[in-house]
């Protein structure tokens, strides 16, 4: 039997907070922390927008699928998703089968907000980029929202939605 509560997986859209939630909360619940993306960064020694321009996303998504599964073998571990990585079944399945997987929620015009500068996400080249967000989202809502706990994150302030997951997590009956 897995312990899905060493085994947390975190997804949402880009901006979303992931990796910055994730982080704070492996170390508040001492558990190692991984960001697929990262990993595929290193793993590869190049950066994501790179491997989007040189080889494509279907590519990057099959070097994401394997990173993920790699992860989900280990033990313990906090796991930052790459925003479209649940659109995988492959991965969407091994991540509900071995994790505890959480959604961090987040609003639209707060995604908005929060990559309108950002100039290093390869899915959000061009000019309506609140129009890109609402497509994105609106394609992968239905396999977000099928985690087992949902969280909003519209707030910026990552301390507390971490309190929040630890204490969803500690009710949590997985």
């Known amino acids: 039997m897995i312990n899905k509560l060493t085994k947390i997986?975190?997804?949402g859209m880009m901006g979303s907070g992931k990796t910055s939630i994730g982080k704070m909360l492996a170390k508040k619940?001492?558990?190692?922390?991984?960001?697929?993306d990262k990993g595929i960064e290193d793993k590869l020694k190049i950066k994501i927008s790179e491997i989007f321009?040189?080889?494509g996303e279907s590519w990057f998504r099959e070097q994401e699928e394997e990173i993920c599964k790699d992860i989900l073998k280990k033990e313990?571990?906090?796991l930052a998703l790459g925003g479209g990585?649940?659109?995988n079944k492959e991965i969407r399945d091994n991540v509900v089968k071995n994790s505890l997987l959480i959604y961090l929620k987040t609003d639209e015009n707060i995604l908005f907000e929060r990559l309108k500068k950002d100039k290093s996400r390869p899915l959000l080249k061009?000019?309506?980029l609140k129009k890109q967000i609402n497509?994105?989202?609106r394609d992968r809502e239905k396999f977000y929202s099928k985690s087992?706990?949902?969280i909003e994150n519209n707030v910026n302030d990552i301390e507390t939605v971490v309190e929040e997951i630890m204490s969803l997590v500690k009710k949590s009956k997985l």
């Open 9 to 11: 997986s975190l997804t």
């Open 29 to 36: 619940i001492n558990l190692p922390f991984y960001d697929s």
């Open 53 to 55: 321009e040189t080889y």
């Open 76 to 78: 313990k571990f906090v």
């Open 85 to 87: 990585a649940i659109i």
């Open 126 to 128: 061009g000019s309506n």
């Open 135 to 137: 497509g994105i989202l």
């Open 148 to 150: 087992n706990i949902v």
